[in-house]
C-alpha cells in the first residue's frame, strides 16, 4: 500500500472517526476514591535525527517520524523522542476492567535551557486521521510556541498511528504496541497512554521526558479526531481517574459539557460550525469561532510540504470543487489562545469572549454580499479581504474525501482589488485598524500581527 493510499484509507473521513469515540466508556457513578494515574516508564532520548534511513537495521541510523524541519537552533530548542511503557486500563461503567502492557513513543520539542521555559506543557493528542500520527498543533504554532517557552510534547496514543510508526521504522518502532497484542481493540487503552505521557512530565526535579524542566501548568490539547477522543476521556474516563491536566484545549473539533473545574477552551474554524449551534461561555469554558478559516487550511499544508515529501514521499493532491485551502491563518487565533489557557489556569484570568458566526436556524453559514460569513472572529485576512477565504468546500473522487474539510480560497481580480482599495493607505490602512482591534481583543498575539502589517506592506495592493 502506497503512503497516498494508506493515508486516505485509514480513516473514511472526520465523522467516522469521531463516531469511534462514542462506546469509549459508559457512565456511572463515581468511586470514592479517584483512580491514581502511574508514572511509565522512559526511555530516551533515542539516538538519531533527520534525515536518515527510516529502513536502516541500525537504530542510530534513523529518525523521529515526522521531526520538525523548523529551525529549533535558531530558538534554542532541542527535539528528542522517548520511549513510554506502562499499564494501561480499560474502563467499563467507571470500573478498571483489566490492566494491559503498552510501549508506544513520545516526541517532545522543548528549550533547550531552563531559563528560556515558561514552565508549561502543552501535551498533543497527535491526530491519526490521515492515517499516520500527525502534529497538527504544533505545525501552524511552531514559531509562536519556541518564541513563548512552550514545551511541546506528541503523544502516541491510536493504534492507527502506532501501527504506521512500526511499518515505517521497524528498527526504532517495531515493537510499539497500544492493543496488548491485539487483544485490545477500539483505542481502549488511550485514554491511559495519554495520561501517563502527561504524568511523567510531573516527575519533581524534571524527569527524563521533561529533560529536567519542571511545569508549573500542563496543558492538554488535541485537533479535531482528536479532539474527539479528549472529549471522550474528560467526560468519560476523567470523572473515575486522578486528574493529571491543568487546562483543556479543543480544536477544531468536539468539546465536553461535562461539569469539572478543569478550564475548556473550544477553538473552532468556520468548518466545524455548519449546523451547529454555539455554546454559551461560562467561568470553565470559551467558544471562539474563526471566520473565513478552514478545518485544516494552508498554513499546516504549506508548512508540511518538506516533512511530508521527507517521510511519506509527498503531499497528496486533491481534485475539489473549489480552490482548497483557505489562506485565513487559523493558527494565529489558536497560538493566542493556548496563552489564554495558561493565564486561566495559572492565575483564574478569564479569556475573552468572541462573538459566534452568524448562521441559519438549520445552521448554514450565513454570508455578505461578497461570500464571506458573517460574525465571527475576523481576522484582517478576512475583515480586509485580498480573496475569498471560506470554510466550505467539496469533492467528488474518493480521493477527495477531505475535501470538506479544506476550506476554500479564491484570490481577487486586479479589477476587484483596485475597486476595493483605490490607494496603497486606504488598504493599509484598514489592515491596521483591523490588527489593532484584534490584538486589543485578544485574538491575535502582538507578534503575529506584526507579521501580518509586515506581508500587507509587501503585498504591494493599491499600487
Same mark, same amino acid.
Given at each position: 500500500?502506497?503512503?497516498? /493510499?494508506?493515508?486516505?484509507?485509514? =480513516?473514511?473521513?472526520?465523522?467516522?472517526?469521531?463516531?469511534?469515540?462514542?462506546?469509549?466508556?459508559?457512565?456511572?457513578?463515581?468511586?470514592?476514591?479517584?483512580?491514581?494515574?502511574?508514572?511509565p516508564?522512559?526511555e530516551?532520548? #533515542?539516538?538519531?535525527?533527520?534525515?536518515?534511513?527510516?529502513?536502516?537495521?541500525? %537504530?542510530?541510523?534513523?529518525?523521529?517520524?515526522?521531526?520538525?524541519?523548523?529551525d529549533?537552533?535558531?530558538?534554542?530548542?532541542?527535539?528528542?523522542?522517548?520511549?513510554?511503557?506502562?499499564?494501561?486500563?480499560?474502563?467499563?461503567?467507571g470500573?478498571?476492567?483489566?490492566?494491559?502492557? *503498552?510501549?508506544? $513513543?513520545?516526541?517532545v520539542?522543548?528549550?533547550?535551557?531552563?531559563r528560556?521555559?515558561?514552565?508549561?506543557?502543552?501535551?498533543?493528542?497527535?491526530?491519526?486521521?490521515? +492515517?499516520?500520527?500527525?502534529?497538527?498543533?504544533?505545525?501552524?504554532?511552531?514559531?509562536?510556541?519556541?518564541?513563548s517557552?512552550? =514545551?511541546?510534547?506528541?503523544?502516541?496514543?491510536?493504534?492507527? +498511528?502506532?501501527?504506521?510508526? =512500526?511499518?515505517?521504522?521497524?528498527?526504532?518502532?517495531?515493537?510499539?504496541?497500544?492493543?496488548?497484542?491485539? /487483544?485490545?481493540?477500539?483505542?481502549?487503552?488511550s485514554?491511559?497512554?495519554?495520561?501517563?505521557?502527561?504524568?511523567?512530565?510531573?516527575?519533581?526535579?524534571?524527569?527524563?521526558? /521533561?529533560?529536567?524542566?519542571?511545569?508549573?501548568?500542563?496543558?492538554? %490539547?488535541?485537533a479535531?479526531?482528536?479532539?474527539?477522543?479528549?472529549?471522550?476521556?474528560?467526560?468519560?474516563?476523567?470523572?473515575?481517574?486522578?486528574?493529571?491536566?491543568?487546562? *483543556?484545549?479543543?480544536?477544531?473539533?468536539?468539546?465536553?459539557?461535562?461539569?469539572?473545574?478543569?478550564?475548556?477552551?473550544?477553538?473552532?474554524?468556520?468548518?466545524? !460550525?455548519?449546523?451547529?449551534?454555539?455554546?454559551?461561555d461560562?467561568?470553565?469554558?470559551?467558544?471562539?469561532?474563526?471566520?473565513?478559516?478552514?478545518?485544516?487550511g494552508?498554513? +499546516?499544508?504549506?508548512?508540511?510540504?518538506?516533512?511530508?515529501?521527507?517521510?511519506? +514521499?509527498?503531499? =497528496?493532491?486533491?481534485?475539489?470543487?473549489?480552490?482548497?485551502?483557505?489562506?485565513?491563518?487559523?493558527?494565529?487565533?489558536?497560538?493566542?489562545?493556548?496563552?489564554?489557557?495558561?493565564?486561566?489556569?495559572?492565575?483564574?484570568?478569564?479569556?475573552?469572549? /468572541?462573538?459566534?458566526i452568524?448562521? &441559519?436556524?438549520?445552521?448554514?453559514?450565513?454570508?455578505?454580499?461578497?461570500?464571506?460569513?458573517?460574525?465571527?472572529?475576523?481576522?484582517?485576512?478576512?475583515?480586509?479581504?485580498?480573496?475569498?477565504?471560506?470554510?466550505?468546500?467539496?469533492?467528488?473522487?474518493?480521493?477527495?474525501?477531505?475535501? $470538506? #474539510?479544506?476550506g476554500?480560497?479564491?484570490p481577487? &481580480?486586479?479589477?476587484?482589488?483596485?475597486?476595493r482599495?483605490?490607494? @496603497?493607505?486606504? *488598504?493599509?490602512?484598514? !489592515?491596521? $485598524?483591523?490588527?489593532?482591534?484584534?490584538?486589543?481583543?485578544?485574538y491575535?498575539?502582538?507578534?503575529?500581527? @506584526?507579521?501580518?502589517?509586515?506581508?500587507?506592506?509587501?503585498?504591494? %495592493?493599491?499600487?
Amino acid at each position: 500500500m502506497t503512503a497516498s /493510499a494508506r493515508r486516505l484509507g485509514a =480513516t473514511a473521513s472526520l465523522g467516522l472517526a469521531l463516531a469511534l469515540t462514542a462506546s469509549a466508556a459508559s457512565a456511572a457513578p463515581a468511586p470514592a476514591e479517584p483512580i491514581p494515574v502511574p508514572v511509565p516508564q522512559v526511555e530516551g532520548p #533515542l539516538p538519531g535525527e533527520a534525515p536518515g534511513d527510516p529502513g536502516s537495521d541500525r %537504530i542510530e541510523d534513523t529518525y523521529p517520524f515526522f521531526a520538525t524541519d523548523a529551525d529549533l537552533d535558531a530558538h534554542g530548542y532541542v527535539e528528542e523522542e522517548f520511549l513510554v511503557s506502562g499499564t494501561a486500563n480499560r474502563y467499563s461503567d467507571g470500573a478498571v476492567a483489566s490492566e494491559h502492557p *503498552y510501549l508506544t $513513543r513520545v516526541l517532545v520539542r522543548r528549550p533547550a535551557q531552563e531559563r528560556d521555559s515558561n514552565a508549561t506543557a502543552l501535551v498533543e493528542w497527535q491526530n491519526v486521521t490521515a +492515517g499516520n500520527d500527525l502534529d497538527a498543533l504544533w505545525v501552524p504554532s511552531a514559531d509562536h510556541i519556541m518564541r513563548s517557552g512552550y =514545551t511541546w510534547v506528541g503523544v502516541s496514543a491510536q493504534n492507527v +498511528g502506532v501501527s504506521q510508526l =512500526t511499518e515505517w521504522s521497524p528498527a526504532r518502532y517495531g515493537d510499539l504496541d497500544v492493543t496488548d497484542g491485539g /487483544a485490545v481493540a477500539g483505542d481502549q487503552l488511550s485514554y491511559d497512554v495519554f495520561a501517563q505521557a502527561a504524568q511523567a512530565l510531573r516527575v519533581p526535579g524534571g524527569g527524563p521526558l /521533561a529533560g529536567g524542566l519542571e511545569y508549573e501548568q500542563v496543558l492538554a %490539547i488535541g485537533a479535531s479526531q482528536s479532539a474527539g477522543r479528549m472529549t471522550a476521556y474528560y467526560e468519560q474516563v476523567l470523572p473515575y481517574t486522578e486528574p493529571v491536566f491543568d487546562g *483543556y484545549g479543543f480544536m477544531v473539533g468536539p468539546a465536553p459539557e461535562g461539569d469539572r473545574p478543569e478550564p475548556v477552551f473550544q477553538v473552532l474554524s468556520e468548518t466545524d !460550525v455548519v449546523g451547529t449551534v454555539p455554546r454559551e461561555d461560562t467561568d470553565t469554558f470559551r467558544l471562539w469561532e474563526v471566520a473565513g478559516t478552514g478545518h485544516s487550511g494552508w498554513e +499546516g499544508r504549506a508548512a508540511r510540504a518538506g516533512v511530508e515529501e521527507r517521510d511519506l +514521499g509527498g503531499q =497528496t493532491e486533491f481534485d475539489c470543487t473549489l480552490p482548497p485551502f483557505s489562506r485565513a491563518p487559523l493558527g494565529q487565533t489558536l497560538s493566542a489562545s493556548y496563552d489564554h489557557l495558561r493565564a486561566w489556569t495559572a492565575r483564574g484570568t478569564l479569556p475573552p469572549s /468572541a462573538e459566534p458566526i452568524e448562521r &441559519s436556524a438549520s445552521g448554514e453559514v450565513l454570508r455578505a454580499d461578497d461570500g464571506h460569513a458573517l460574525g465571527g472572529i475576523r481576522l484582517s485576512q478576512v475583515e480586509v479581504p485580498t480573496a475569498l477565504n471560506t470554510g466550505e468546500n467539496s469533492g467528488a473522487a474518493p480521493e477527495s474525501a477531505f475535501c $470538506r #474539510l479544506f476550506g476554500s480560497h479564491e484570490p481577487y &481580480s486586479e479589477a476587484e482589488l483596485s475597486e476595493r482599495y483605490p490607494n @496603497r493607505g486606504s *488598504y493599509l490602512s484598514e !489592515v491596521v $485598524r483591523a490588527e489593532k482591534e484584534n490584538v486589543r481583543s485578544g485574538y491575535v498575539t502582538r507578534e503575529d500581527s @506584526r507579521k501580518n502589517w509586515q506581508e500587507a506592506r509587501e503585498a504591494g %495592493i493599491g499600487g
